[in-house]
């Protein structure tokens, strides 16, 4: 069975990532891409379902893992009775090949250590047919099954049943390398490494690219890591950003709440893309502008709300059958059916993101202004229309006062472009518009007698994603009516201290009720705690967050507050960029000359 969702580490190359757990197995592996089909399924099953497992034999004492300083190179220590042994696991950047690299080194003593590999392609639908070969650097062992393959490298395996093992002694001062390489099945081999200079070249990339970054005075740690994980949820070629690198990690365990993050959502892409900025990062922006370009390029009737890693349109989804499911919660799906839905919010994301990458001096090329244009021409004869929201219900669409919101906020980035930067446009029109919206939220989505903006115009009830109003310059920290609408959120959607979206029970999403608090919900909290001036509460729920970290800095998408787990697919974009805004808004609260440029 697969371990608690916080046991779990990320190694990754800027193309893929693997999960790798404390007791020293890869649970989860897509090859070659983020969004590939599993390798390794443990993740969503057992061991059955394809696994990598290096770890002592005789019985643990004590385990502690770190990543090197500023990287994804992540070091297990294991004492046992015996002795004391490291393993380091990582995949090395660069080489435009999907290797990983695991090392075991001796410490002290003398460990016996145990390999246990069972590659399942395909979602674990294809067992591979495996030989053995003795290359000129030593055993390989070779796995193919249809258009996959790979080749493992290390101590010679032997076979048991449809998996493959190993027992070997490391001693004080002697290492053992074992390397996986992912190449096409039509394809020779690719050669062995060189596992020195490769870790080596690994480790000065990551901590070069750490070393640009303009992190929070406060904070400092949790930032810095945020940030980490963002860029390696970035795909190194497209420049798209995955929501996660998992799909189907449940949001309520044993349910059906259970979807596939493995792609690029324009919210999360654009809110990705402002924090990066905002921390020095111009050129990731830059990348994502141009994936932004080649996706939505077309008739901006359109634009989706997620896309591929390349830009991708068709992400059906369908029911992975071959996986149970993360400690049962089934379906495990592949594909995820939100690119048929339409979202208002997101065109506000994007302008808003547009915008920052404008403010700090990232010019505009001969297509990007144009496509914010035809995006907001869509938007011209579109704006009144009803959406699935924020969070992708499933149930009937709404007028989502958040949605209503963001479509705002896009004619105002758009009016800012003509007034601020001198850039062309209709500006009279988009200000009337601009004008219209407001005039309805204020109207339709805000209820008098509660003193809250409800969650879509007639409910009585209020969502989580009203704490974004704020934020995005709609109304101030301190306007009364948003004071009322954290008192009603503070009301009804506090969940053991953290915010829930919104209300489950209320069938507004169409599923079955029940779920765990949204991290990146608490985190705006603080955000708008912190702008009103409510700097203590926000400093305490922000401590208490920041604790929910794992033992390596990484966040999923909820928290289980009574259970002390993490919930949902994981590490989550949204939770870590949240986390950074949350932190900058505090630095700059109590220190209002700091150098925190995401905050708006």
Known sequence: MALRIEDYALIGDCHTAAL?????????????????????????????????????????????????EDTFILITRWVTGTGEVEVTDFMPHGDRRADIVRRVRGIRGSVSMIEDVR????????????????????????????????????????????????????????????????YPAHREPP??????????DTEEWWKEWASMCAASPHYHDEVHRSLLV???????????????????????????????????????????????????????????????LRAVAGDPGDIQIVYGLSGERRLTEWKVASLPGYHGASPVRSGNDAWRQYQGDIFGEVM??????????????????????????FLEENWSRPDNGIWEIRGAKQHFTHSRAMIWAAFDCAVRAVREFGLDGPVERWE????????????????????????????????????????????????????????????????DGLVLRYLTETGVDGLPAGEHPFLACSFWLVEQ???????????????????????????????????????????????HLALVRAADVISKAKDPLARVSSVR
């Open 20 to 68: 790798v757990g404390r007791d020293g197995s890869i649970d989860w592996l897509c090859l070659p891409r983020f969004d590939s089909a599993s390798t390794f399924g443990a993740l969503l099953g057992s061991k059955e379902h394809g696994r990598w497992l290096l770890a002592p034999g005789d019985e643990v004492l004590e385990t502690s893992r770190r990543y090197l």
């Open 119 to 182: 590659i399942r392609f395909d979602y674990a639908e294809a067992i591979p047919w495996v030989r053995q070969v003795h290359e000129k650097g030593g055993p390989a062992l070779l796995a193919v099954a249809g258009p996959d393959a790979v080749v493992l490298r290390g101590p010679r395996l032997h076979p048991e049943g449809h998996s493959h093992g190993a027992e070997f002694t490391v001693s004080a001062g002697e290492r053992v390398d074992m390397t996986l390489t992912w």
């Open 191 to 200: 050669e062995r490494l060189d596992v020195d200079e490769r870790q080596t």
């Open 230 to 292: 963002l860029r390696a949820l970035t795909h190194e070629d497209t420049g798209g950003i995955v929501a996660a690198a998992t799909t189907s990690l449940p949001e309520q365990f044993g349910g059906n709440r259970n979807w596939d993050y493995r792609y690029v959502w324009l919210r999360d892409a654009s809110l990705t893309l402002d924090v990066l900025l905002s921390h020095g990062f111009e050129q990731e922006a830059d990348a994502w502008r141009n994936w932004l």
């Open 352 to 377: 808003l993101a547009l915008q920052s990458a404008r403010r700090v001096g990232l010019n505009e090329n001969k297509f990007s202004w144009p496509l914010q244009r035809a995006l907001m021409s």
């Open 432 to 495: 009337r518009l601009r004008d219209r919206i407001r005039e309805e939220i204020e109207t339709e989505g805000f209820d008098e007698k509660r003193n809250t903006f409800t969650q879509y115009y007639g409910s009585t009830t209020v969502d989580a994603s009203l704490l974004l109003l704020s934020q995005i310059g709609f109304v101030s920290a301190n306007d009364p009516r948003m004071l009322g609408t954290v008192a009603a959120i503070e009301r009804e959607l506090l969940h």
């Open 529 to 575: 705690y912190a702008r009103s001036g409510r700097l203590d509460d926000a400093t305490e729920l922000m401590d208490r967050l920041v604790g929910f970290c794992n033992d390596v800095g990484l966040l999923s998408e909820e928290y289980d507050v009574r259970a002390k787990r993490h919930a949902g697919n994981t590490p989550q974009a949204f939770s």
